[in-house]
């Protein structure tokens, strides 16, 4: 119960006692507690004004400090509580004696729990000094904070992480080297089978341990759909690494080293390129593709998914004579029944990726895609501080496409701490 509600209760039963027990004293002291409660009731009209002014960005899990400017326009005094109501944002209530037309500052700390556009919600309340009465007062304040990712969480997930997995991410949303539903033989079971391919029903009726011996998938050709137009080249290369002829040794070198015949085409924006069905030692495969650095800065805003527009596919058609996109082209001479990998920026034509995606798929092949991701890939030196909101902004617009992209066709994401340098080295 609140205070003033046993207040009021201690008044009605002294004054109850008093008629029943016919005792003046108990009713006096009911009268002058009611008294007390009403004069305290009339005098309590409190009148202040809550700023709280919020930095516009902050970081992750980081203390973010915010100053309080708390005016008392009224006689009463009392304690001045602000409480943070976002569940985004954790912060511990924040009270203060605040004396009759008093002026005060005050500071509150803030901690995002999470980052993006985080919009805090404060609460204030005004309780008088004897703790009977409070009234909600109104707090001005910033409605929104960018919090930018932490760089202990990214420490954190770079030092948990075992080994660079996008490669075997790609193999696993290829299909390539899963069991299958069909079995090919039961046997007797051996040290070292997996008992939860045991079959309990064979092994009841021969009263021994029976495996079942599952098929898997046959070693079949690999295809790697390449983008080498400019607009791509810029992003996978910096002043000491080209990073595609990384990529591309390394993911020949790990599809080789399971025993899978590797074959590559390459497109750009209107036309293929090469094709080669079995580009061998990965240091030939760089030699034949012939890939050349671009120079030049990334596109890092994503391009939006859709169909494209009629400008865009009449300047299709004067290039290239005709409206097919270079990696539908691409897509159009892989064999049917293929495990096709496309090495693409996800975010310079996403309805292209599509329209090639849909092609394969009707041509009964598996695809996935293999997206470095140009943000990732741009070096520290190359960001100037004034460029950090427009990056996280385009960091974002990219993670919210990578999203939609999903819904069509697997996506593995790729960054620098993926690609081992050693692989060129060695050829």
């Given at each position: ?219 079949s050709e690999v295809y790697l759909l390449i983008n080498v137009d400019p607009s791509f080249r810029r992003e996978m290369r910096n002043r000491k690494t080209d990073y595609l002829t990384l990529i591309i040794a390394q993911t020949v070198a790990y599809f080789q080293k ?170």
């Amino acid at each position: 119960m609140k205070p003033a509600e046993v207040l009021l209760s201690v008044a009605g039963v002294l004054l109850a006692g008093s008629i029943i027990l016919v005792n003046p004293a108990a009713g006096v002291a009911g009268a002058a507690i009611i008294a007390y409660y009403s004069m305290a009731r009339l005098s309590f009209s409190p009148r202040l004004e809550v700023l709280r002014r919020i930095p516009q960005r902050g970081t992750e899990l980081e203390p973010l400090l915010t100053e309080v400017e708390a005016k008392n326009l009224s006689e009463a005094s009392g304690y001045l509580v602000l409480r943070e109501t976002s569940p985004d944002i954790f912060a511990r209530p924040l009270k203060a004696k605040i004396r009759p037309r008093e002026h005060k500052k005050l500071m509150h700390t803030l901690i995002p729990q999470k980052k993006g556009v985080l919009k805090p919600e404060a609460k204030a309340e005004f309780i008088d000094m004897t703790g009977l009465f409070r009234a909600e007062v109104p707090v001005s304040e910033e409605r929104e904070i960018t919090v930018f990712p932490s760089q202990r969480r990214i420490r954190e997930a770079l030092t948990t992480r075992k080994e660079p997995n996008a490669f075997a991410e790609a193999r696993s949303a290829l299909g390539l080297g899963l069991e299958v539903l069909d079995f090919d033989e039961l046997r007797e079971f051996l040290p070292g089978d997996d008992v939860r391919k045991i079959d309990w029903k064979a092994s009841s009726r021969l009263n021994k341990l029976i495996v079942k011996v599952f098929k898997r998938e046959a070693l079949s050709e690999v295809y790697l759909l390449i983008n080498v137009d400019p607009s791509f080249r810029r992003e996978m290369r910096n002043r000491k690494t080209d990073y595609l002829t990384l990529i591309i040794a390394q993911t020949v070198a790990y599809f080789q080293k399971f025993g899978h015949i590797v074959g590559a085409i390459t497109y750009d924006s209107h036309s293929v390129r090469k094709v080669l069905n079995d580009v061998g030692d990965p240091a030939r495969a760089l030699a034949h593709l012939e890939i050349s650095p671009q120079p030049g800065r990334p596109q890092i805003t994503p391009s939006p998914v859709g169909v494209r527009s009629e400008a865009a596919r009449k300047i299709l058609k004067i290039k290239s004579g005709t409206s097919t996109s270079g990696i539908e082209k691409a897509a159009l001479r892989v064999p049917s029944n293929s495990y096709v990998l496309i090495i693409d920026d996800v975010g310079l034509h996403p309805g292209e990726i599509i329209a090639a995606v849909k092609i394969l798929k009707r041509k009964g092949s598996n695809v996935a895609v293999l997206y470095p991701n140009p943000i990732r890939f741009l070096r520290k030196d190359e960001v100037s501080p004034d460029e950090l909101e427009g990056l996280y902004s385009a960091y974002r617009a990219r993670k919210e496409l990578l999203r939609k992209m999903r819904t069509e066709v697997p996506v593995v994401e790729l960054g620098p701490k993926d690609v081992f340098r050693k692989v060129v080295e060695r050829l």
